[in-house]
């Protein structure tokens, strides 16, 4: 087995694929790449089967060497990157070598970028996927971010390898100044006046410092909740509900000021009132936001939120069509 | 002159805590690779240090603010 050598690990990144679905009812979230689109069509351009496991890094990204041949595509936010100190070029697979090093700098639009290798970094699964759950050390690399001077085993290349042609601009994900988040209004909006939902879905809010693959922490205006008496088992606060399952994406209002998005490694269920879901799509949007960014979070309906879905498969299908014909 | 940038976006604060004096006084020296402020983000907080020997002439920013990526934080000359 052949393996990549970490020189620097990036600020925070780890191993992620597809997600580890099926195990939401024992507390466990799925974790996973958050963006998914960016990280799928990266898999696509080395050759891999879609889900495989790749990089997901944040703000910062690795520097890593290789050991034997391969390719490598970085993907998802924009990150000036280099193969042996010359520039190279993102959205496109790399051929590599032994010694080869492939460097990322700090983003310049978007949040995380992910590195793909062709054969897929080959961690044990754990549970029936290789993502990373850092709450638990559970998955990954010894179920934590990539430290300076790891290895990380990859697997053998089964695929021939992909055309080498870039994805054009169109099929990549956009940086925009408000990020729109499409969202679903529910479990519990009931519990939010008419002038709190208005609120909500009017104004951007703002990215805080707390933002990562738990959840985003978002502040900008203020909540109110309906009063109630509340009822058996609910707890005193306003805020607060009779437990129920978080959907990933769910966005809880803890305190009416700030509420938090939910996301790949969130917990699964807990008892404060949740306003909406982002739908699946737009998490990857979500994903490429950073501190300080801004998102508006716009009110669609189930129907929506599947025609995005399938847009999306549409997408990735062209990427495939692409690189292979 | 040179500027030291922000590496991740963040808060950005001075001192190693909250009672402690700051890493560096504007006027003071600084060597090469060493940490002038701290950037919190996702609940971690990362050292900011300054890439070249000189005297950090001032901040740019103040102790608790919010800085985006890139963003000068601080001026050294030497």
């Known amino acids: ?325 | 002159m040179a500027t030291i940038k922000a590496t991740m976006p963040g808060v950005v604060y001075r001192r190693p805590a909250p009672e402690a004096a700051p890493y560096v006084e504007e006027g003071g020296t600084v060597a090469s690779g060493q940490t002038v402020a701290l950037i919190e983000v996702m609940k971690n907080f990362n050292e900011l240090s300054s890439e070249r020997e000189g005297t950090l002439t001032r901040f740019l920013v103040e102790d608790g603010d919010e800085v985006s990526i890139g963003q000068e934080i601080a001026e050294v000359d030497g």
């Open chain 1, 1 to 325: 087995m052949t393996e990549l050598l970490v020189h620097t690990g990036g600020l925070s990144t780890t191993v992620q694929d597809a997600g580890r679905d099926g195990h939401y009812a024992i507390g466990m979230p799925p974790s996973g790449a958050m963006d998914q689109y960016s990280f799928r069509v990266g898999n696509l351009l080395v050759g891999n089967s879609e889900g495989a496991a790749a990089l997901e890094a944040t703000y910062i990204g690795p520097r890593l060497e290789f050991t034997d041949t391969r390719l490598v595509a970085v993907t998802g936010a924009d990150t000036p990157v280099t193969l042996n100190g010359e520039p190279a070029d993102t959205w496109r697979a790399l051929p590599v070598g032994p010694g080869d090093v492939l460097s990322l700098s700090p983003v310049t639009g978007g949040a995380r970028p992910y590195v793909a290798v062709s054969g897929g970094i080959a961690v044990p699964e754990y549970l029936g996927s290789r993502s990373t759950y850092t709450l638990t050390g559970g998955g990954g690399l010894d179920g934590r971010k990539l430290a300076d001077g790891d290895r990380l085993p990859l697997g053998a290349t089964e695929v021939p390898p992909a055309s080498g042609r870039p994805v054009p601009e169109e099929l990549r994900p956009g940086f925009p100044e408000v990020t729109e988040a499409r969202t679903v209004v529910g479990l519990c909006s009931y519990r939010f006046t008419h002038g709190a939902l208005k609120s909500f879905l009017g104004e951007p809010w703002k990215v805080t410092k707390d933002a990562d693959r738990i959840g985003y922490r978002m502040s900008g205006w203020s909540l109110d909740f309906v009063p109630r008496e509340q009822p058996h088992g609910a707890g005193s606060g306003p805020a607060n509900v009779v437990d129920l399952g978080y959907p990933v994406g769910s966005i809880q209002v803890p305190g009416g000021d700030e509420p938090i998005v939910l996301l790949n490694d969130a917990v699964t269920g807990g008892g404060y009132a949740t306003i909406g879901t982002v739908v699946s799509v737009d998490r990857d949007r979500m994903a490429q936001t950073k501190t300080g960014d801004q998102v508006s979070f716009v009110s669609v309906g189930l129907e929506d939120a599947l025609e995005a879905r399938r847009e999306r498969g549409e997408r990735l299908a062209r990427v495939r069509e692409l690189l292979t014909a």
